[in-house]
């Protein structure tokens, strides 16, 4: 997967006077068809609002997509859904999604993580999907902070991550006049910033609570049939409420009159009109399909990406002695999270297996899966030959298995198949620039922009994680799209 696209190209050059003519209306268009698209089109659909998703790409999913390659089905994206609650759970971010999408419990069918843990040298942290038994693991580990890190507990749960009005504040330095140990600071933000964080070296306090939440509170889950399951629930209970799905619909442009989002033009030039337009393509990348309209410079791009290696074993995991479900791991005692000087950084990253979930009636995936995940550094990638490519992705692969083994067994004689992801393939499948994951470093929690009737939903909103994405798609359409 070396090729790459730009999004806002289209796709054959076409000329304004070339551009056939809209043959239908709709109330909104929305950009993307990856979860955050998705659960918006649902909410729009159910009150009877014409509203087609517009998608590039011939698959659904966006950043968690998925996809099959020699007989094997994986997943992109997806190491496990946050925000996990029991089945019959009526509080919280997963039972207020399905209520809002009118969905059950069954369409998303979440078996719990078997348990995950932070490593650096000399400690662990280990937690699963109880939170007082994480509390008590951190005041163990760390008895000198204890009194200040429940203090620091109680001023996330005291925090309003959903008021979309306020302003970005470091998370380091709230969290700093809490604790004073550098050492479990970082322990904190390694896997909240490997699973969220658009910000080098910090997070904006509000990113901070609702990933320290769906994370450490809420914690982890995942469908049996991974983030198909999930995909294939929005889209046909999409479909079933009059939602029209366009794949190979790719927007080149927003069109604009007199302030106003008026419509979109697509790859082969077709024109389709629209009262509004909701855009999950990134804030910078939307700016980019307004043309002059709206300056690009008015929104800076993410910079953080990641390498990916998906290994396919002879042999389920818990076979080699290893049964965590997520292990997040830094090999120094400061952790490092920016774009890495070299191709990657070895120093520390991530181990997912998705076997190491305590899935319903004892089932199990057919094939023992290790994925291990690392810092990019997307200018790298991007520019790298074609002719080196293939090989520096194997190599670098390679050495993320060296850092990883120094936490789990050493799995390689049991590998029958791999594949690799870089930044560059996250921009050609997303349009991402740079393969920012997490897209742009400030995010636009009220979704708006300069244009009127032109709203953001979705990684540059701000609500983050699977749960996360598929409720800003919601928020955003309650907030803008059904309010006449």
């Known amino acids: 997967m070396a090729g790459d696209s730009r999004f806002c190209v289209p796709s054959n050059g076409l000329t304004t006077s070339q551009k056939r003519p809209s043959l239908v209306h709709y109330d909104t268009l929305i950009i993307g068809a990856g979860m955050s698209g998705l659960a918006a089109g649902i909410r729009l659909a159910y009150y009877d609002k014409r509203v087609a998703i517009l998608e590039r790409h011939t698959t659904i999913g966006g950043l968690n997509s998925f996809y099959r390659l020699r007989g094997r089905n994986y997943d992109v994206g997806l190491h496990a859904v946050t925000n996990f609650a029991p089945a019959g759970t009526r509080t919280g971010p997963l039972a207020k999604l399905l209520k809002q999408l009118r969905l059950r419990w069954d369409d998303f069918d979440l078996s719990p993580q078997n348990g995950s843990s932070v490593v650096f040298p000399g400690h662990r942290i280990p937690f699963d999907n109880d939170y007082p038994a994480f509390l008590d693991a951190v005041c163990a580990e760390f008895p000198a902070q204890a009194d200040s890190f429940r203090r620091l507990v109680q001023r996330i749960e005291d925090f309003d991550e959903l008021n979309l009005s306020q302003k970005p504040v470091s998370a380091r330095k709230v969290v700093g006049e809490f604790l004073s ?48 399951k999930i995909l294939k629930s929005l889209t046909r ?57 709206l300056p690009t410079r008015s929104a ?22 290893h049964h965590e479900t997520i292990v997040f791991y830094n090999n120094l005692e400061t952790f490092h999270y920016e774009p890495p000087v070299g191709p ?44 080196e490519y293939y090989a520096e992705k194997k190599r ?53 922009t300069p244009i009127n009737n032109l709203y953001l939903c979705g990684t540059d909103q701000g609500f983050l994680g699977i749960i996360g994405s598929m409720l800003s798609g919601i928020t955003m359409a309650n907030n803008h799209l059904l309010r006449e």
């Open 181 to 228: 140990d550098p050492l479990l600071i970082d322990m904190l933000f390694c896997p909240l910033m490997f699973y969220g964080s658009a910000i080098p070296h910090d997070m904006d306090f509000n990113q901070f609570v609702i990933m320290f939440k769906s994370i450490f509170r809420e914690g982890f889950g995942r469908p049996l049939d991974g983030v198909r």
């Open 237 to 293: 209970h999409y479909k079933s409420l009059g939602g029209e799905l366009k794949l190979r619909h790719g927007v080149s442009k927003i069109l604009i009159d007199n302030g106003r989002a008026v419509g979109v033009i697509t790859d082969d030039g077709t024109e389709i009109t629209a009262d509004k337009i909701l855009s999950s393509a990134g804030v910078v990348e939307t700016y980019e399909l307004c043309g002059q309209e």
């Open 300 to 321: 800076k791009p993410g910079e953080v990406s990641f390498n990916e290696a998906i290994y396919v074993l002879d042999c389920q995991p818990h076979e080699l002695g």
């Open 344 to 387: 990657i950084d070895t120093r520390s990253g991530i181990i997912c297996s998705p076997n190491n979930f305590r899935y319903a009636d004892g089932a199990t995936l057919e094939d023992g899966l290790i994925r291990i995940t690392a810092l990019a550094n997307p200018d790298y990638w991007m520019n790298l030959p074609e002719a």
């Open 396 to 448: 670098w692969a390679d050495e993320m298995v060296r850092s990883a083994i120094q936490h789990i067994p050493d799995f390689r004689k049991h590998v029958v198949d791999v594949d690799i992801f870089t930044p560059k393939t996250i921009r050609r499948f997303t349009g991402h620039i740079q393969g920012a994951v997490y897209g742009a470093p400030v995010k636009v929690l009220d979704g708006t």
